[in-house]
Nanobody
Framework: QVQLVESGGGLVQAGGSLRLSCAAS????????MGWFRQAPGKEREFVAALTRSGGVTTYTDSVKGRFTISRDNAKNTVYLQMNSLKPEDTAVYYCAASDGRSFSRTHDSRTYAYWGQGTQVTVSS
């Protein structure tokens, strides 16, 4: 089992920045690919970003490319999502997730992930 706890959400004005953190406990953190997803009210959960076990390869959904950065610190068992130039449409509950899958090409698919955090609310005002 892997336990994930997100933090760092909040209310920010458009154009502002937030950094989300996701602390992992349980099994060896570096054994897992990690991802961030988000879910806005009335919408399905969508992929935001993911990175490999080492953090050397990352992928993003098009709408956040150039604004968001995913990273990890395996020594601290933590994955981060730095969010800059935030827009009102970024408003959502953000979830981190862990996958022990073998294919990084499937990290856009939520079914790849076995473990999820409880989520943290991000609200961007216009």
């Amino acid at each position: 089992q892997v336990q994930l706890v997100e933090s760092g959400g909040g209310l920010v004005q458009a154009g502002g920045s937030l950094r989300l953190s996701c602390a992992a406990s349980g099994r060896t953190f570096s054994n897992y690919m990690m991802g961030w997803f988000r879910q806005a009210p009335g919408k399905e959960r969508e992929f935001v970003a993911a990175l490999t076990r080492s953090g050397g390869v990352t992928t993003y959904t098009d709408s956040v490319k150039g604004r968001f950065t995913i990273s990890r610190d395996n020594a601290k068992n933590t994955v981060y999502l730095q969010m800059n130039s935030l827009k009102p449409e970024d408003t959502a509950v953000y979830y981190c997730a862990a996958s022990d899958g073998r294919s990084f090409s499937r990290t856009h698919d939520s079914r790849t992930y076995a473990y999820w955090g409880q989520g943290t609310q991000v609200t961007v005002s216009s």
